[in-house]
């Protein structure tokens, strides 16, 4: 099924974009969800806290979402595509209603993904997760509602123990409350030409329409919707092929790797901010598309089954786990204890041999010498084995691991303790009992031995690197070099915060300022209005919550003077923020940090940043981002010319794609992505930590080199 094909029922409606140019979409998108008081709610919702920095990107959700459900449109017509041409689709015998119907289900997903989500993009999300659950069996409130609001016991399993964002959660649940019946009737509507029980959809009576709500295979198809946005997987251990291809659907709209949500931020983020950073061929990664079959294990025991060829990342256990066969990769184990023979590049930390070991064909070097032919047995040390070992040699160590790069022909590793198993290439045969997965189907087990679950896999074309490459460093250049700038994460991680939370106190005369956001910033105004004391707020977005701070602030003013602590605070913060005079920054990104401790080791710099944030600190604001520095301190500070002090916290995860989950479609195998791009750090979700300092000058001249070695003394 197409955009074409589902313009039958509506002719489709273009929408010029400044990304994509034009965006078709069929109308019954219009009437059934664009056109709607929560889908127009995010025009007034930005996308990003970039403006601060870059005026011009005065993009929204709304346009976010449009370019989401295009790409996603795109993407599952080429993977479609592709499975025809090289006739996997023929091999999986799925019924073609089965593409249809979950094409118009994940383009609907693609479309919805951002319909609950919080004003001023990321900023207000944390105000989702301050009400807690009452029964203690969820952590929130918002993981009890969606996960009633399903009523599938699996669906409540993946929301105790799977993480999704705040505004992920909110989304799935106005999906499940607001546009569950729209999208039921659309799919009758299309799929069984307006028929529902017998009868047309549009005569059916209140009380026949409420059968919609417990209709099992309707609510499967809702199920499916929450399950793309959360990035909820169904489980992967009963072997069903559906599923599993609606995992590989899941995977293109929420993954920790590569999406179409990601993939349209990326762009749009750099393109909306004039930023020439880097070049992403859209087409080329999304002509890519297709899927690949894997083996996946979960403590499977099997004796000398054969891989040919084929990635593994393993986990091999048991009395006797053996692995023999012609590899490439990596093997460790800790607290070794088994036997080795073969072509070895070992180290053993913690060594000890049973007996004389004779090599040929190559050496052992054996604490900083080399020993040829022969080692002493049953002494403890460090040792790099490589060699040739003719006999089974008995070996027992703290740590057992393979060099580097190792290639060579293993002939047995007989082991009492668990052995990892990430390699590129293994030819041969394995025994124990498997975690892990590889990277073939093709797999030869000895007569009913139990067997691995063959899962497809969301993979690409081998054409699809450079613009992989592409995508990761993009993102990453944006999360770093603006999201952690420090005017963004003064503007969104405190600024917006600070002013709304103590507008809020101002407005309803409380200490619990949490209290009264979680009042003012939920389902009910997201989707509706709600009143509270004399405000009302509904549908809310970025202009709701700056007129509300607005507001309370002119009729703060006008009482002079302010009646209250927090009051002064309103005016002090709303000002900054009207003229723009915001405190100044100490060091103005992590490489000026770097160099402004240079002399600090990695650790001390740790132990530095967690003085300012406990020792120093005063007042810490609800979210943990930002904090005041308290009196003392504050006076210690004068001396070097800063006073009114705040610091604030901007984490940035740079990411690499997971090295063992993106798989790319090669000379007739399967490889991971890592393995052929030798720069891709396997640590592939590194977090780095950049705290601010931010002061407003006092009397005292700025002195930044004895501010940084007074600092220094602290730690």
């Not at 197409?2 to 010029?16: D, H, M, N, W, Y």
């Not at 705040?646 to 690499?656: G, H, L, Q």
Request: hydrophobic share 35%; net charge neutral.
């Amino acid at each position: 099924m197409t955009v074409e094909q589902l313009a039958k029922f509506g002719p489709s409606k273009a929408i010029k974009d400044s990304v994509h140019g034009y965006i078709k979409l069929p109308s019954i998108f219009y009437d059934s969800f664009i056109d709607t008081p929560i889908f127009q709610r995010l025009r007034n919702i930005e996308q990003t806290g970039m403006r601060i920095l870059f005026p011009s990107a005065r993009h929204d959700r709304f346009i976010h979402s449009i370019g989401t459900c295009y790409l996603g449109m795109k993407a599952f017509e080429s993977l479609y595509n592709n499975l025809c041409i090289d006739g996997t689709l023929e091999t999986m015998a799925i019924e073609k209603n089965f593409w249809d119907r979950h094409y118009l289900l994940f383009s609907i997903a693609c479309l919805l993904h951002d319909c609950g989500h919080t004003p001023f993009s990321h900023s207000l999300e944390y105000i989702y997760n301050l009400e807690r659950d009452n029964t203690d069996k969820y952590l929130t409130k918002l993981d009890k509602d969606l996960a009633e609001s399903n009523g599938s016991t699996e669906f409540a399993t993946a929301v105790e123990g799977t993480s999704a964002k705040p505004h992920e959660k909110m989304s799935a649940l106005v999906v499940k409350k607001y546009f569950d019946n729209p999208i039921k009737v659309l799919l009758i509507n299309i799929f069984s030409n307006g028929i529902y029980q017998g009868q047309d959809i549009r005569l059916l009576s209140d009380e026949q329409k409420s059968a919609l709500k417990t209709d099992v295979v309707l609510n499967a198809d809702i199920d499916f919707v929450m399950r793309s946005i959360l990035g909820y997987k169904y489980p992967e251990n009963s072997g069903n092929q559906l599923n599993q291809i609606k995992n590989c659907f899941i995977s293109l709209l929420n993954s920790s790797n590569f999406d179409m949500d990601s993939l349209d931020y990326i762009i749009r983020d750099s393109q909306m901010a004039g930023l020439n950073n880097y070049s992403i061929d859209v087409d080329r990664i999304l002509n890519s598309l297709t899927l690949a079959k894997i083996t996946k294990f979960s403590e499977v025991v099997v004796s000398k089954m054969k891989v040919n060829n084929a990635s593994c990342n393993i986990r091999v256990a048991g009395n006797n786990a053996e692995l023999c066969g012609n590899i490439s990769g990596c093997l460790s184990a800790s607290h070794f204890h088994g036997f080795i023979s073969g072509h070895v590049d070992l180290r053993c930390a913690g060594f000890t041999m049973d007996k004389m070991t004779s090599f040929k064909n190559g050496t052992a070097r054996f604490n900083g010498g080399t020993v040829n032919h022969e080692i002493p047995g049953c002494v403890k040390a460090e040792i790099d084995i490589n060699a040739f070992i003719n006999d089974e040699c008995e070996v027992e160590c703290d740590l057992f691991e393979a060099r580097k790069d190792f290639n060579g022909n293993i002939r047995t590793v007989r082991s009492d303790s668990p052995i990892t198993i990430n390699v590129r290439q293994l030819c041969g045969y394995i025994s124990g009992a498997i975690s892990g997965e590889i990277l073939s189907s093709n797999l030869v087990y000895e007569t009913d031995s139990p067997k691995g679950i063959e899962t497809y896999v969301l993979s690409y074309s081998k054409s699809s690197l450079s613009v992989l490459q592409n995508i990761v460093n993009a993102r990453n250049y944006e999360y770093l070099w603006i999201y952690g700038h420090h005017k963004v994460a003064y503007y969104s991680n405190y600024l917006l915060q600070e002013i709304l939370r103590t507008a809020s106190k101002v407005a309803f005369r409380s200490s619990k300022s949490d209290k009264d956001l979680i009042e003012i910033l939920n389902y009910d105004t997201v989707t509706n209005f709600r009143n509270k004391g004399k405000w009302s707020f509904g549908l809310i977005s970025d202009s709701d919550l700056m007129v509300f701070a607005k507001q309370v602030y002119y009729q703060t003013k006008k009482a002079n003077p302010p009646k209250s602590k927090a009051s002064k605070k309103l005016l002090s913060l709303s000002e900054e923020f009207a003229h723009r005079k915001y405190r100044k920054s100490v060091w103005k990104s992590f490489a000026e940090f770097n160099s402004l401790f240079s002399r600090l080791s990695e650790t001390q710099k740790e132990r530095l940043i967690k003085f300012i944030k406990n020792d120093m600190t005063g007042h810490l604001s609800g979210t943990g981002e930002y904090g005041y520095i308290n009196d003392h301190y504050e006076k210690e500070m004068n001396k070097f010319g800063l006073t009114d002090i705040v610091w604030v916290a901007a984490d940035v995860s740079i990411k690499n794609p997971d090295p063992q989950s993106i798989y790319i479609k090669m000379n007739g195998g399967i490889e991971r992505f890592a393995d052929l791009v030798p720069t891709i750090d396997n640590n592939y979700n590194k977090k780095i930590s950049i705290t601010y300092l931010y002061y407003k000058p006092c009397e005292n001249k700025f002195n930044c080199s004895e501010l940084v070695k007074y600092l220094e003394s602290k730690i």
